[in-house]
């Protein structure tokens, strides 16, 4: 079945600058890789995803980029601010068994 | 538009004690599954369901029953909690997941077994 890894599993920033967080996958037919923002005592939430045909999206300050060959994919958060201070998650999935299957998570801390 | 809605927020159980985890969606999505976050561990999948009637083992299914009668609602029965079995529940849903959709997520139930 399909595995996901994410790094790094902590990562503290300096407000504005920027924060890149990685996956990589193992399932080649994954098609579809989604990005979920979780605050404290809430369920996770998207706020980007990138699809196999795709090799990169940007949304406002939030871009993913996908290299197919390699399989990985990364999520970048430019200028950063102090409500980016959260947990994030990559996840794959794919047509072939139904399942999102999620990385670890990242604790994004953005320092004054 | 409630959304995904979770019951109860909060429960303690004593082990070798039942319950139902109760997870109801009104996007009338397809798509619904069960996760559990433990801490390093990420959120991992316990059970899923393409629609009503069908359901599928995820990646930590055992000691959890589902079923899914109604589009709408897809409880989580633990059968005879175990401490292992604390942690925090997430419901989510998407309209398709084979069309590789959004998935949303109810507000989470933390569950504490002693």
């Known amino acids: 079945g399909e595995n996901v890894e994410q790094h790094p599993s902590t990562l503290s920033v300096q407000e504005g600058d920027s924060a890149v967080i990685k996956c990589t996958y193992s399932d080649s037919a994954s098609n579809y890789f989604p990005w979920y923002k979780q605050e404290l005592g809430k369920g996770p939430q998207l706020i980007i995803d990138i699809r196999s045909n795709v090799g990169e999206k940007k949304d406002q300050r939030i871009a993913v980029t996908l290299n197919k060959t390699a399989k990985h994919f990364s999520l970048h958060i430019t200028e950063t601010q102090p409500e980016d201070s959260a947990v994030y998650f990559c996840a794959a999935t794919s047509n072939r068994d139904d399942k999102i299957i999620f990385g670890k998570g990242t604790r994004l801390h953005i320092l004054p | 538009n409630a959304g995904v809605t979770q019951t109860p927020k909060f429960q303690v159980l004593k082990t070798g004690q039942s319950m139902t985890l109760q997870c109801a969606q009104d996007?009338?999505?397809?798509?619904m599954s069960w996760y559990r976050q433990d801490p390093g561990m990420g959120l991992r999948l316990i059970h899923y369901s393409v629609g009503a009637g069908i359901t599928d083992q995820g990646e930590v299914p055992n000691g959890y029953n589902v079923s899914r009668s109604t589009t709408e609602d897809f409880p989580l029965r633990l059968l005879s909690a175990a401490p292992s079995q604390t942690s925090v529940y997430f419901c989510a849903s998407s309209y398709s997941l084979t069309a590789n959709t959004e998935a949303f997520f109810g507000q989470g139930t933390r569950l504490t077994v002693v």
């Open positions: 996007m009338n999505h397809e798509y």
